[in-house]
């Protein structure tokens, strides 16, 4: 199974300012055929279910604020809010479907200083 | 606009069965990868299984804590996906999604839960 690896376990940023969270895969998830690395980023806030921002690592889902990025490759990924808002306060996860089983991270909870 | 709307939770005692529907809208059902994903209280997400479309082949696979107790299928004339989940534990107790990947994500979409309690 890959093991995903999120790091920090929660963040504390102030509004405005940058929060990087970064994901660890235990074997590569990217295709070689294609460079594409199957790694999706999620956002869950309390009591909703999760939403994409983020796939093929690095592509931003449509709608989803030009202030999320994804980057990285192979086992090593970081999704960066570059001007933290109030509304982004949730909990982050990444996720591999490389290979089955599929897994997720343990997630960030991102919070206000 | 579209909709996954999950039904069928409840409680259910050890031991017990329940099956979970999951009706989908507003997309292509029969060429999407439908999956279901549980979320225990207070904790993190967890992939239960997977079916890819027929078009793909239809596989599933299934996590190892519920492989041989719980079974996903597909109905694509009713755009529906179900998890019959038998022989259930204390630690089957979670938020059930289910997630429709339409060709981006496995998890392009998200149906809003549906809670599975199982306790004596």
């Known amino acids: 199974d890959i093991v995903m690896t999120q790091s920090p376990d929660s963040l504390a940023v102030s509004l405005g300012e940058r929060a990087t969270i970064n994901c660890k895969s235990s074997?590569?998830?990217?295709?070689?055929?294609?460079?594409?690395?199957?790694l999706a980023w999620y956002q869950q806030k309390p009591g909703q279910p999760p939403k994409l921002l983020i796939y093929?690592?690095?592509t931003r889902e449509s709608g989803v604020p030009d202030r999320f990025s994804g980057s990285g490759s192979g086992t090593d990924f970081t999704l960066t809010i570059s001007s933290l808002q109030a509304e982004d306060v949730a909990v982050y996860y990444c996720?591999?479907?490389?290979?089955?089983?599929?897994?997720f991270g343990q997630g960030t909870r991102l919070e206000i200083k | 606009e579209v909709q996954l709307v999950e039904s069928g939770g409840g409680l259910v005692k050890p031991g017990g069965s329940l099956r979970l529907s999951c009706v989908a809208s507003?997309?292509?059902?029969?060429?999407?990868?439908m999956s279901w994903v549980r979320q225990g209280p207070g904790k993190g997400l967890e992939w239960v299984g997977r079916?890819?479309?027929?078009?793909?082949?239809?596989?599933?696979d299934y996590a190892a804590p519920v492989k041989g107790r719980f079974t996903i299928s597909r109905d694509d004339s009713r755009d529906t996906v179900y998890l019959q989940m038998n022989s259930l534990k204390n630690e089957d107790t979670a938020v059930y999604y289910c997630?429709?990947?339409?060709?981006?994500?496995?998890?392009?979409?998200w149906g809003q839960g549906t809670l599975v309690t199982v306790s004596s």
């Open positions: 997630g429709a990947g339409t060709g981006t994500s496995d998890f392009d979409h």
């Open positions: 507003g997309f292509s059902f029969s060429n999407a990868w």
């Open positions: 079916v890819i479309a027929k078009a793909h082949g239809g596989a599933i």
């Open positions: 074997q590569s998830v990217l295709y070689t055929s294609d460079n594409k690395n199957n």
């Open positions: 093929w690592a690095s």
């Open positions: 996720q591999q479907a490389y290979s089955t089983p599929v897994t």
